[in-house]
């Protein structure tokens, strides 16, 4: 379809320059201030142009927040929240899409409920449960009488103990209890035609081989989407991290690090607010998630539409 | 459900069970403790809690400080969510004409949604800092008229227009995704009815796009219930006076800080029946009654 409209097309550019411009402008004026000395940044009127100083406060504000193991914590984090998220869905919405049970469509709402309470939500007793994540299982021992009963018959004091603070575990399993994955890839299950479940069966193809070489293979598209976003979700998270790390040095997170970037009363002691710092670490910690959302824009955005979160 | 192709065997708890193992001990059990703490109050020294039935919740309902902080996050709720959508169905519009340089466009709208949100807060906190950001040029101008830690409406104002700006991004995937999957046909159709462009955006494209409009707002209104945690600890700490002490930042300080689970479970029972509430109408009403094809 062919249509002249050059006053609107120049109205098009001017309006979409106009918002891409009020994007741009705080993270810009945060990059501006990431290549200015001490001095600059804190004199009056704002900088709108870069310096020369952005590699001297990188490296400074890397060392100063011990960044190292902190991008490797959320590197191991964000990979372990994809391949358990990604893992977990694929085999869960295999056995609900495919297979005939009772109790499938419970267990699909029960799953299906998970989508309603975000973790920041119900954060306080889960914290509880991290400290010590058999304790459920302690509880439901003790009230039903188990507890009691294997007491007495053997002598052994039950008494289960998990402690998943400060731990990697800890870190991952309850970003990965939710069902976000789980839908995508019931639709795509439901996608799947019926002649080719048939005609693997007829080849004699069992349900776990009908999974690993027809379904796998064909969800590469949902394993990219579904690795996207949560990667991001995961590299992003704060609240939590803030909760079960105590032990910074050795398990901290880099977005976590943040907060103690804030530079207000408490960090500077009364000094020279250091923005160039707080802004040069705010880049790096915003860089690996801005790249992978470019590079895998495909995917990502399909992948995002089709989860409905 | 679709018919099944599998008899059941053994292999299907095998691959049911990680998943509801998880959900039991982080989420049902996490949500049971919740309601049993919100019932109950820890006895000062020891020796479990007690029964205390609507105690904690008429404590909490009975505070001030409790409803100031539900009132600035309606205020946060509305303003971010109307910005944001406004902002993003703006955009949206206008990249779908797919002019030259639509991808650079397409591009440069999306990548915030990458940004992590405490990282917002941090960058928005320099650039609303009165002594160093763009507002230091207010302060020359009217000294002392600019604090965000001084005053309370700009300390909403502050988090109102950073959490807008994380959200634009999420919404306007969500409305160009839409705005492409309307039929070709129905385009040319009003092209040939001599519609113009705008004319096609009022009357063809805005009433089509009312679907992912409602499920949109509902998911605005209830991220910026839960997702505001990061921008509002690193931008403003909850402060001035508790002028931006939204919801779940509440939670944390009574919970964390003030060590009172009780209250701390009670807020997160009105949040999650808040929160449950909003999904709920999303599903039921909006999706049924708002649907064209």
Same mark, same amino acid.
């Given at each position: 379809?062919?249509?002249?409209?050059?006053? !609107?097309?120049?109205?098009?550019?001017?309006?979409?320059?106009?918002?891409?411009?009020?994007?741009?402008?705080?993270?810009?004026?945060?990059?501006?201030?990431?290549?200015?000395?001490?001095?600059?940044?804190?004199?009056?009127?704002?900088?709108?142009? @870069?310096?020369?100083?952005? =590699?001297?406060?990188?490296?400074?504000?890397?060392?100063?927040?011990? &960044?190292?193991?902190?991008?490797?914590?959320?590197? =191991?984090?964000?990979?372990?929240?994809?391949?358990?998220? +990604?893992?977990?869905?694929? +085999?869960?919405?295999?056995? !609900?899409?495919? &297979?005939?049970?009772?109790?499938?469509?419970? =267990?699909?709402?029960? +799953?299906? #409920?998970?989508?309603? !309470?975000?973790?920041?939500?119900? =954060?306080? @007793?889960?914290?509880?449960?991290?400290?010590?994540?058999?304790?459920?299982?302690?509880?439901?021992?003790?009230?039903?009488?188990?507890?009691?009963?294997?007491?007495?018959?053997?002598?052994?004091?039950?008494?289960?103990?998990?402690?998943?603070?400060?731990?990697?575990?800890?870190? %991952?399993? @309850?970003?990965?209890?939710?069902?976000?994955?789980?839908?995508?890839?019931?639709? &795509?299950? !439901?996608? +799947? @035609?019926?002649?080719?479940?048939?005609?693997?069966?007829?080849?004699?193809?069992?349900?776990?081989?009908?999974?690993?070489?027809?379904?796998?293979?064909?969800?590469?598209?949902?394993?990219?989407?579904?690795?996207?976003?949560?990667?991001?979700?995961?590299?992003?998270?704060?609240?939590?991290?803030?909760?079960?790390?105590?032990?910074?040095?050795?398990?901290?997170?880099?977005?976590?690090?943040?907060?103690?970037?804030?530079?207000?009363?408490?960090?500077?002691?009364?000094?020279?607010?250091?923005?160039?710092?707080?802004?040069?670490?705010?880049?790096?910690?915003?860089?690996?998630? %801005?790249?992978?959302? #470019?590079?895998?824009?495909?995917? &990502?955005?399909?992948?995002?539409?089709?989860?409905?979160? | 459900?679709?018919?099944?192709?599998?008899?059941? *065997?053994?292999?299907?708890?095998?691959?049911?069970?990680?998943?509801?193992?998880?959900?039991?001990?982080?989420?049902?059990?996490? *949500?049971?403790?919740?309601?049993?703490?919100?019932?109950?109050?820890?006895?000062?020294?020891?020796?479990?809690?007690?029964?205390? $039935?609507?105690?904690?919740?008429?404590?909490?309902?009975?505070?001030?400080?409790?409803?100031?902080?539900?009132?600035?996050?309606?205020?946060?709720?509305?303003?971010?969510?109307?910005?944001?959508?406004?902002?993003?169905?703006?955009?949206?519009?206008?990249?779908? /004409?797919?002019?030259?340089?639509?991808?650079?466009?397409?591009?440069?709208?999306?990548?915030?949604?990458?940004?992590?949100?405490?990282?917002? $807060?941090?960058?928005?906190?320099?650039?609303?800092?009165? $002594?160093?950001?763009?507002?230091?040029?207010?302060?020359?101008?009217?000294?002392?008229?600019?604090?965000?830690?001084?005053?309370?409406?700009?300390?909403?104002?502050?988090?109102?227009?950073?959490?807008?700006?994380?959200?634009?991004?999420? *919404?306007?995937?969500?409305?160009?995704?839409?705005?492409?999957?309307?039929?070709?046909?129905?385009?040319?159709?009003?092209?040939?009815?001599?519609?113009?462009?705008? /004319?096609?955006?009022?009357?063809?494209?805005?009433?089509?796009?009312?679907?992912?409009?409602?499920?949109?707002?509902?998911?605005?209104?209830?991220?910026?219930?839960?997702?505001?945690?990061?921008?509002?600890?690193?931008?403003?700490?909850? $402060?001035?006076?508790?002028?931006?002490?939204?919801?779940?930042?509440?939670?944390?300080?009574?919970?964390?800080?003030?060590?009172?689970?009780?209250?701390?479970?009670?807020?997160?029972?009105?949040?999650?029946?808040?929160?449950?509430?909003?999904?709920?109408?999303?599903?039921?009403?909006?999706?049924?009654?708002?649907?064209?094809?």
């Amino acid at each position: 379809m062919i249509e002249r409209t050059p006053v !609107l097309n120049i109205a098009t550019h001017v309006i979409l320059a106009f918002g891409l411009v009020l994007i741009l402008v705080p993270i810009w004026l945060a990059f501006v201030a990431a290549t200015h000395d001490l001095q600059a940044v804190n004199s009056a009127p704002v900088e709108f142009w @870069p310096g020369d100083q952005l =590699i001297p406060n990188l490296t400074e504000a890397w060392a100063q927040s011990d &960044f190292g193991q902190k991008f490797v914590n959320s590197f =191991i984090v964000a990979i372990g929240v994809v391949v358990g998220k +990604i893992t977990l869905a694929c +085999i869960t919405a295999f056995a !609900l899409v495919f &297979f005939q049970f009772r109790g499938r469509v419970v =267990i699909f709402w029960a +799953i299906f #409920i998970t989508l309603m !309470l975000p973790l920041e939500v119900r =954060i306080v @007793p889960t914290y509880a449960v991290a400290a010590n994540a058999l304790s459920p299982f302690q509880t439901i021992m003790d009230w039903t009488g188990i507890s009691w009963l294997l007491n007495t018959l053997s002598g052994v004091e039950v008494s289960l103990e998990w402690n998943l603070l400060n731990s990697y575990t800890g870190l %991952i399993l @309850p970003l990965v209890a939710t069902a976000t994955g789980t839908f995508l890839y019931r639709q &795509f299950f !439901l996608t +799947i @035609p019926d002649e080719l479940v048939e005609a693997a069966r007829m080849d004699g193809a069992g349900p776990l081989r009908f999974l690993w070489d027809i379904l796998i293979p064909l969800s590469k598209t949902n394993i990219a989407a579904l690795a996207t976003i949560m990667f991001v979700y995961a590299w992003n998270q704060y609240l939590w991290p803030l909760l079960v790390v105590t032990d910074r040095a050795n398990y901290g997170m880099v977005v976590v690090q943040l907060s103690d970037l804030v530079p207000d009363q408490l960090t500077t002691g009364g000094g020279t607010p250091t923005w160039h710092l707080a802004m040069a670490a705010t880049l790096v910690v915003m860089l690996p998630p %801005i790249l992978i959302v #470019i590079l895998m824009q495909r995917w &990502f955005v399909r992948g995002l539409i089709n989860t409905d979160k | 459900m679709r018919r099944a192709h599998f008899k059941f *065997s053994w292999i299907v708890p095998l691959l049911l069970a990680p998943q509801l193992l998880v959900i039991f001990t982080f989420f049902y059990w996490p *949500s049971a403790q919740a309601l049993y703490w919100a019932f109950t109050l820890e006895q000062p020294w020891g020796g479990g809690n007690t029964w205390v $039935g609507f105690e904690n919740f008429r404590k909490v309902l009975s505070d001030p400080y409790y409803w100031g902080s539900v009132r600035v996050s309606v205020i946060y709720a509305l303003a971010t969510t109307v910005l944001a959508m406004g902002m993003a169905l703006t955009l949206a519009l206008f990249v779908d /004409r797919q002019l030259a340089g639509y991808r650079v466009w397409r591009v440069g709208i999306i990548w915030p949604y990458a940004v992590a949100a405490p990282a917002v $807060g941090l960058a928005f906190q320099f650039v609303f800092n009165p $002594g160093a950001g763009i507002f230091s040029f207010i302060n020359t101008l009217a000294p002392g008229w600019w604090d965000l830690s001084k005053y309370p409406w700009q300390a909403v104002t502050a988090i109102v227009i950073a959490g807008a700006w994380k959200q634009v991004a999420y *919404s306007f995937i969500f409305f160009l995704a839409a705005l492409q999957s309307i039929p070709r046909s129905l385009t040319e159709a009003a092209a040939m009815d001599g519609a113009r462009p705008l /004319r096609r955006m009022l009357d063809l494209q805005l009433p089509l796009l009312t679907p992912t409009f409602f499920f949109l707002l509902v998911i605005n209104i209830t991220d910026s219930f839960t997702d505001s945690f990061g921008i509002v600890d690193t931008l403003t700490g909850g $402060g001035p006076f508790r002028a931006t002490d939204l919801m779940v930042y509440k939670i944390y300080s009574d919970g964390f800080r003030g060590f009172d689970y009780s209250g701390a479970a009670a807020q997160s029972i009105i949040l999650m029946c808040l929160v449950m509430a909003l999904t709920f109408i999303q599903f039921r009403y909006i999706e049924r009654r708002v649907h064209y094809t």
